[in-house]
């Protein structure tokens, strides 16, 4: 058995900015791009509120900045509030190949806070995210089986672990401190399938980076943990296994196989979960060839695998929250209006009189098979419209828009954390915030990103 605990806090402790592949550096710098503007569009979201008026913020001391603002408090505690805004909208990335989850949400919020805190570089940033992903991929690969089959958001789960590796990169923690933190933070790993469509599911990210803050602010003190919390037998990995068929032999490829070169981000260009991404893709490529036939569709078959069905468990949704996590509402939405963004995916949409129509005329069919290397999906997800006059249109896709095969150009990234921050940020700041983020191996401290409008509403500042 590997001593996989030990071999991740070596290499996160020994892990330096030369050491990271040179490609990597776009995937980073593009992760938290996006993350910060997902994080910045979600900024007065209930769930977002709710946590700052429980918080203890402050304008005068040192610590994290709360939504890029001057309003400030403990790094995890501006991780909890960050991490929860940055998946609120469920628009943030989404990576790690066959156990597809969501790094930036976790990583970047939990970077940030302590970053800001001790006035760090991209550079000492990109260091710690990318230890995060690798660890993370490290440990959920070694189970093909699914998580969210058995109920777990590995986004949750490892994301502690993740944040962990991220924290103590950060604080400069040796092997032993940081095989503390692994251990401390797998004892606080948790995310469930059943609250999706709730506030609770965005906070499985800021909990996780809270988690990992604390794990290693406890470590770096001598707080102690168990040296095998990953593989003991009684550890993390037998413990969250939907079958128990945990490869713990195989020695450590850290460091030597980067997970973020071979299975790098995936970015959404919907606001929805990613399970129907390629279905919104096939609706909105059927809205632009149906012109007025919209009102003489009499039936919408939409195809796609067994997996991306359970997360997908509502089906009538009331509001943007749970339309979210309904294939009923994605498609429908995207066949009305021809997109899906933030403006779509509102209460009232969800609620608008033609979308309840259409989605009332929508059959899911189940595939079977499953994509060889994304294996929560199936091979291809496909939408078939039957009209009144008995004509018939599919279309079929297998990569959805901004997956690692069909990436995204600069402008696309700058165009969407346009659209999520102008109201946060100033004009002039949009883009010096962008292109510092997007390039962050040449930012020399993260306290010289611009500060946002946010204003915490509910706070008793």
């Known amino acids: 058995m590997q001593a996989l605990t030990r071999d991740a806090a070596t290499f996160v402790a020994n892990l330096r900015f030369e050491d990271i592949p040179h490609s990597a550096l776009r995937t980073v710098g593009a992760g938290f791009c996006d993350c910060v503007g997902v994080m910045l569009a979600a900024s007065n979201e209930k769930a977002v509120n709710i946590l700052t008026e429980l918080e203890q913020l402050d304008q005068s001391r040192s610590g994290g900045r709360v939504l890029l603002s001057p309003y400030t408090a403990r790094p995890r505690d501006v991780a909890l509030i960050n991490g929860t805004a940055a998946h609120a909208l469920d628009f943030d990335d989404i990576g790690l190949g066959s156990h597809p989850a969501h790094p930036s949400a976790v990583l970047v919020p939990t970077i940030l806070a302590i970053a800001d805190q001790l006035g760090l570089s991209g550079k000492q940033m990109i260091v710690a995210y990318v230890a995060g992903y690798e660890v993370w991929g490290e440990i959920a690969l070694r189970d093909q089986d699914q998580y969210h089959t058995k109920g777990w958001h590995p986004t949750g789960v490892f994301g502690a672990i993740a944040a962990a590796s991220a924290s103590a990169s950060m604080l400069g923690l040796d092997t032993s401190q940081t095989m503390a933190a692994l251990s401390i933070a797998a004892s606080r790993s948790s995310g469930l399938i059943s609250n999706y469509g709730s506030m609770t599911k965005p906070m499985h990210a800021g909990l996780a980076a809270h988690t990992g803050i604390f794990a290693a602010e406890l470590a770096s003190k001598g707080f102690t943990g168990g040296g095998e919390a990953i593989e003991h037998p009684q550890g993390l990995l037998r413990a969250v296994s939907p079958?128990?068929?945990?490869?713990?032999?195989?020695?450590?490829?850290?460091?030597?196989?980067?997970?973020?070169?071979?299975?790098?981000?995936?970015?959404?260009?919907?606001?929805?979960?990613?399970?129907?991404?390629?279905?919104?893709?096939?609706?909105?490529?059927?809205?632009?060839?149906?012109?007025?036939?919209?009102?003489?569709?009499?039936?919408?078959?939409?195809?796609?695998?067994?997996?991306?069905?359970?997360?997908?468990?509502?089906?009538?949704?009331?509001?943007?929250?749970?339309?979210?996590?309904?294939?009923?509402?994605?498609?429908?939405?995207?066949?009305?209006?021809?997109?899906?963004?933030?403006?779509?995916?509102?209460?009232?949409?969800?609620?608008?009189?033609?979308?309840?129509?259409?989605?009332?005329?929508?059959?899911?069919?189940?595939?079977?098979?499953?994509?060889?290397?994304?294996?929560?999906?199936?091979?291809?997800?496909?939408?078939?419209?039957?009209?009144?006059?008995?004509?018939?249109?599919?279309?079929?896709?297998?990569?959805?828009?901004?997956?690692?095969?069909?990436?995204?150009?600069?402008?696309?990234?700058?165009?969407?954390?346009?659209?999520?921050?102008?109201?946060?940020?100033?004009?002039?700041?949009?883009?010096?915030?962008?292109?510092?983020?997007?390039h962050l191996e040449q930012l020399p401290n993260s306290q010289e990103l611009p500060y946002s409008t946010w204003y915490p509403l509910n706070s008793r500042i």
């Open 243 to 438: 079958r128990g068929k945990i490869d713990l032999n195989t020695k450590s490829q850290l460091g030597e196989q980067w997970n973020i070169v071979n299975l790098p981000l995936g970015f959404k260009q919907y606001p929805v979960c990613y399970a129907m991404h390629r279905a919104v893709d096939a609706a909105i490529e059927v809205h632009r060839t149906i012109g007025d036939r919209l009102f003489s569709i009499q039936r919408v078959s939409v195809s796609i695998g067994e997996d991306q069905a359970k997360l997908l468990h509502i089906h009538q949704p009331s509001d943007a929250l749970q339309g979210k996590f309904s294939l009923e509402f994605g498609v429908a939405g995207a066949l009305v209006a021809g997109r899906l963004g933030l403006s779509q995916v509102k209460d009232n949409f969800v609620r608008d009189p033609h979308v309840r129509a259409l989605m009332s005329k929508i059959e899911i069919q189940i595939d079977s098979a499953r994509d060889p290397i994304y294996k929560v999906f199936s091979p291809c997800d496909s939408v078939r419209i039957e009209f009144g006059d008995g004509s018939i249109i599919q279309r079929d896709v297998s990569v959805a828009k901004g997956h690692p095969l069909a990436p995204l150009a600069e402008e696309s990234f700058r165009k969407k954390f346009h659209d999520c921050t102008f109201k946060w940020l100033e004009e002039q700041d949009i883009a010096l915030c962008f292109d510092s983020l997007f």
